[in-house]
């Protein structure tokens, strides 16, 4: 554990941060599986814009979002 104040914060925020970013990270893999299931173009939309947001946040690697997003377009026609 930490004894330094501005320590003990900075894990406070992490932790914080960590909920928040696992729960994007969920969602977009959630989307992302019902998109390859049920392969209608509203199932495709939802999941390319939780992909673009989970990049924007920094959860995944832009180049990793494009190569899903391609994944699933290609699935779909």
């Known amino acids: 554990m930490p004894i330094i104040k501005s320590a003990k914060k900075k894990l406070r925020q992490d932790k914080k941060r960590r909920i928040l970013n696992l729960g994007y990270k ?6 992302l599986k019902e998109a390859k299931t049920n392969k209608n173009t509203e199932n495709i939309k939802k ?7 989970a990049v924007k946040k920094g959860i995944i690697h832009a180049n990793k979002a494009a190569r899903l997003k391609s994944q699933i377009t290609k699935k779909t026609k």
């Open 47 to 53: 999941a390319v814009s939780s992909i673009d947001k």
């Open 26 to 31: 969920k969602k977009y893999k959630d989307l």
